[in-house]
């Protein structure tokens, strides 16, 4: 497994990285099931008994509730985007080297994230990532943007990579499993087995790994967290005109796997909730739209918008589900289509 910690954090972690390697605390274990609480599903009477109070958010009172509890004397505090802030968490995301998963790490760290981890294929990060963790540097505040490379195909080496990021930072907050892939136009009853699988490997398979490696963490920890499975509007609906049997099928594997997750996780507070773009021009996409221009017309015509979405457009949703302002939304999908489904 290829793993390399980039330029940002490639000092410090080189003695600490050197001897946590060595230790057999980072040695990746083989998988073992996780032994699932009899509580987590406990549905009798006497169990319901028990049902805690919603908990108090650390930055209560809030809304209403402050605006009651106010001393005449007092000035009112916006509190709102402090809800949305990531002071001090710890992030992973897959895919981060370009497209989407960069453009939600650059968000997480503005929103005071102290360290997100871009996991992607390539042994070094391109010169986008580069820029962007230039940016992050000069922005201040303790922010970083660090660089591991992995395949998220490998169960084990994302475990390490998990294990790597809590051992180095203390602790994980926030996922996102960005990395997918989309290949070109096949017929569904021609499509051969070994490219289906390639695509659910990734796609799906990839996505899981990627919310163990970092849900195992968040579990160790035990202050919760916020999984974030990006999936598709295409896990929904079916692209007009386009054979794209195996993205598509990985992508509604997702939306289940989010709901699945998020029932078994949530005694554990741990969040897990997907996320569904629409159309967005990144590499993934250009691979269409640059060889037929027409595409652009034709997608932006499919939704009451009447336009494909930016990267940036993800900014808002994605600090949302990473932070405490979405502290009740767990196994939903969150599609962000232009209103593509609207029609
Ligand atoms: N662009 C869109 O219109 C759109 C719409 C809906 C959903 N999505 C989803 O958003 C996510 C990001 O897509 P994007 O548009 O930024 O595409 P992209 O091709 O620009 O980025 C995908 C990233 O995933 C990485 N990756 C691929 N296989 C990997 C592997 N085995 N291990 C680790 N990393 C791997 C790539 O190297 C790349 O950096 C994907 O899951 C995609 O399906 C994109």
């Known amino acids: 497994m290829a793993m390399h910690l980039a330029y940002g954090s490639r000092n410090a972690a080189r003695s600490a990285g050197s001897r946590l390697l060595a230790s057999t605390a980072l040695r990746t274990r083989a998988p073992t099931p996780v032994p699932v609480s009899a509580r987590a599903f406990a549905t009798t009477p006497a169990a319901r ?7 108090e958010s650390p930055l209560a009172p809030l809304g209403v509730a402050a605006a009651l509890a106010r001393e005449a004397t007092e000035a009112p505090q916006p509190k709102i985007f402090a809800e949305f802030a990531l002071t001090d968490r710890v992030a992973l995301v897959s895919g981060g080297n370009r497209g989407l998963g960069l453009e ?4 997480l760290a503005e929103a005071g994230a102290r360290a997100v981890y871009c996991v992607d294929l390539p042994a070094m990060p391109g010169t ?5 963790h230039e940016y992050v540097g000069a922005m201040g505040g303790g922010r970083r943007l660090e660089y591991m490379s992995a395949d998220v195909r490998d169960q084990e080496a994302m475990w390490e990579v998990g294990e790597q990021i809590a051992e180095k930072e203390g602790r994980m907050d926030v ?8 290949k070109a136009h096949t017929d569904c009853l021609e499509y051969p087995a070994e490219q289906f699988r390639e695509v659910l490997d990734v796609n799906t398979s990839g996505v899981l790994f990627t919310a163990q490696a970092a849900g195992r963490q968040m579990q160790r920890f035990g202050n919760g967290g916020s999984i ?3 999936a598709s509007m295409s896990g929904s609906i079916t692209n007009k005109d386009h054979a794209w049997v195996s993205y598509n099928s990985s992508k509604s594997a997702v939306l289940q796997m989010a709901r699945s997750m998020a029932c078994e996780l949530g005694p554990r507070n ?3 909730n997907s996320l569904s773009p629409g159309h967005i ?3 993934m996409t250009a691979a269409y739209l ?13 939704n009451p918008l009447g336009r494909i979405g930016r990267p940036d457009e993800l900014r808002g949703v994605v600090t949302w589900l990473a932070s405490d302002a979405s502290s009740f939304c767990t196994g939903s999908d969150i599609l962000v289509s232009g209103g593509h489904h609207s029609w």
């Open 49 to 55: 008994l028990h049902v805690p109070a919603p908990p």
């Open 290 to 302: 640059d060889q037929q221009p027409e595409l652009l017309d034709k997608w932006s015509s499919l």
């Open 281 to 283: 021009k990144t590499t």
């Open 104 to 107: 939600m790490a650059l968000a």
């Open 228 to 230: 974030i499975l990006i």
């Open 128 to 132: 986008e990532w580069e820029a962007v």
């Open 175 to 182: 996922c996102v499993a960005a990395a997918g892939i989309l």
């Open 270 to 272: 741990i969040r897990v």
